[in-house]
């Protein structure tokens, strides 16, 4: 018999710890697909972030260092300086990269550093129980911003991180995608795929933007959630390549 | 050389594969040596665009089993104790060299000792203490240098320079040495010559296990504190292993005097003219900050009259010095903010409390 889906070798054989609906789930896995067809399992390192996802390495079946909170593209830098021959991605939340580690983001990028990030969207930081990141859509109500986000004057508004990350020198691919449906899960792993390729031929930096259910926080069921992702995120967030 | 410029070549010399730094006085010409040197011998070189982000490239370098290291001065040292938490939680060795000016705030650039408590207690969160090495003069920062990054290695764990001020902008002759200067008593064949290729730790390196992981997180219950006391054991290990000290005329002193860094040179040239006076004074200055060198101390202390603590700070050290003895015969003598406790100050003082 032929088999045509299983687990790819890079991932673990184990229950994830992820809430039902999570995206975290899906991009591990299309994460670990994308190693095991390009063959980087011997050469990848992973840098985990802080946030739900800080566990990835008991998913993942190679080498992942963690980081500081927003401090993994500075990790990733000097793990891939001195190793420039072997893959190293960040795997990294919202408030991780656009807000607390905006600065190791925009300078690694602007290095043109031959890393690829994976940045995952969900419009809140949900570990820490759902306060307003700097994604957070204007009206969105989180555990800071009672009343719904409020743009002028108050909170700003939703970062477009991806868009500015695109027009740095030192970059080679943006793009953006989502895990709501199974049409966009494709067009996540095609992503991911594209920018891993990237670093193979030591393009520059190279970032795939997911926006990511997070039904827990969002008091959805997932596949409301999973609506609120098509219907909400992905107009603040146009879904595509920004930069290739 | 100047200090900072000597423990940089020290730096390059003891295999240092990775430099991550950030513009601070009175440190500049450590970096500005190491952009120039690293590439000279095809290493890495980052001007990082903050402390944190210097700190924890050095973590990443550490990470995959690179002799890393970076320095910076007083108030870009409070910035990188996150990341030294961090290097400490995860076990990884790295060499961070402070070039302590004055404060708090961003007091001045002049030459202070007021970093002792940060340094000393381990400086960032959590249960930790890391190896602080605190150098008089140009050769013995070079020499201290080297075996912060030995020390590093075997104990896997961050080591601190403390160099003042003084020590990093002045300029004396020095003989650099090859290979490692360490040859300390609990430095083992592993610390002299661990390079990555006896890390099996590390990450991106071919092994056997399937997976390292690079760690400070044990979130499962009891887990961080059985790692914390795998930690404690380290911290003891290196406790009895490493306390460093040298003294300067104690044998038949009356009257000790305690100071580290800079401070011990002004002390020792008092003592030569105390002692020229008939006045029986001595010299004990502690070489590592922590461990505190208390076996030594406690020997230097016996049958002294009184014991003098001076500082370029207002009182840091000298509650070890009153931890380690419990006496009451114990005074201290300190300047803060630039201000350094001179060789007169300290001569009129030992005879006026004769």
Redesign the interface.
């Known amino acids: 018999m032929k088999i045509i889906y299983d687990l790819p070798k890079s991932l673990k054989k184990v229950p994830a710890h992820y809430c039902p609906g999570c995206g975290h789930g899906i991009v591990h896995r299309l994460v670990a697909q994308v190693v095991d067809e390009l063959n980087l399992g011997k050469k990848i390192i992973g840098v985990a972030p802080v946030g739900c996802a800080v566990l990835a390495y008991d998913y993942w079946n190679f080498d992942v260092s963690e980081a500081a909170h927003g401090r993994a593209l500075a990790v990733a830098t000097g793990i891939k300086r001195c190793l420039p021959d072997n893959f190293v991605f960040t795997y990294q939340g919202d408030g991780d990269l656009a807000s607390i580690g905006l600065a190791e983001t925009i300078h690694t990028a602007n290095r043109g550093e031959n890393i690829t990030c994976v940045f995952i969207n969900n419009a809140c930081y949900g570990m820490t129980g759902g306060q307003m990141a700097p994604t957070t859509l204007l009206g969105q109500k989180t555990a800071t911003t009672p009343k719904g986000r409020e743009s002028e004057k108050k909170e700003g508004w939703p970062l477009q991180i991806s868009d500015i990350i695109a027009g740095l020198k030192g970059v080679s691919f943006v793009a953006r995608s989502s895990v709501s449906n199974p049409a966009r899960v494709k067009q996540t792993y095609g992503y991911i795929k594209q920018a891993f390729g990237k670093q193979i031929d030591k393009k520059g930096f190279s970032l795939v933007e997911v926006l990511s259910p997070c039904p827990t926080i969002w008091q959805k069921t997932p596949y409301k959630a999973g609506r609120w992702v098509e219907e909400k995120m992905s107009k603040v967030f146009p879904l595509g390549i920004i930069k290739k | 050389m100047t200090g900072n410029e000597a423990m940089a070549e020290s730096a390059v010399r003891s295999g240092c594969?990775?430099y991550?730094g950030y513009p601070i006085t009175p440190q500049n010409e450590l970096t500005a040596y190491m952009a120039k040197r690293m590439p000279e011998e095809k290493r890495?070189f980052?001007q990082?665009?903050?402390e944190?982000?210097?700190i924890?490239?050095?973590?990443?370098?550490?990470?995959?089993g690179?002799r890393?290291m970076t320095s910076s001065s007083s108030p870009g040292i409070s910035l990188k104790q996150?990341?030294i938490s961090?290097l400490a939680g995860?076990e990884l060795p790295a060499v961070i060299i402070n070039v302590v000016r004055g404060g708090p705030g961003l007091g001045n650039i002049a030459s202070a000792q007021s970093d002792y408590f940060q340094a000393t207690r381990g400086g960032g969160h959590g249960d930790y203490y890391t190896p602080v090495l605190a150098p008089a003069g140009v050769q013995e920062a070079s020499e201290l240098v080297s075996c912060a990054f030995d020390l590093a290695d075997f104990y896997r764990t961050p080591v601190l320079i403390l160099a003042d001020a003084i020590v990093g902008q002045m300029m004396e002759p020095v003989t650099l040495k090859a290979q490692s200067a360490a040859k300390q008593r609990g430095l083992a064949k592993g610390g002299r010559t661990a390079h990555s290729a006896r890390k099996d730790w590390a990450?991106?390196k071919?092994k056997k296990k399937?997976?390292?992981?690079?760690?400070?997180?044990f979130?499962k219950e009891g887990a961080l504190e059985a790692h914390n006391q795998k930690l404690l054991t380290k911290w003891n290990k290196i406790k009895s292993q490493q306390q460093r000290h040298s003294t300067y005329k104690i044998k038949d002193a009356d009257y000790l005097i305690v100071a580290y860094g800079s401070q011990a040179r002004i002390v020792q040239a008092a003592v030569d003219s105390l002692r020229k006076e008939k006045i029986k004074v001595g010299l004990f200055r502690p070489i590592s900050l922590w461990p505190y060198p208390v076996k030594a101390l406690k020997r230097a202390a016996k049958g002294v009259k009184k014991i003098l603590v001076v500082e370029q700070s207002l009182g840091q050290m000298v509650e070890d010095v009153k931890l380690t003895l419990a006496t009451k015969n114990i005074y201290f003598m300190g300047r803060a903010g630039g201000g350094i406790p001179q060789e007169t100050e300290i001569i009129n003082w030992i005879k006026k409390n004769l």
């Open positions: 594969q990775f991550a890495v980052i990082a665009e903050s944190l982000a210097a924890n490239m050095v973590y990443g370098a550490s990470a995959v690179r890393a996150e990341g961090y995860s990450l991106g071919k399937p997976q390292n992981i690079i760690r400070s997180l979130i």
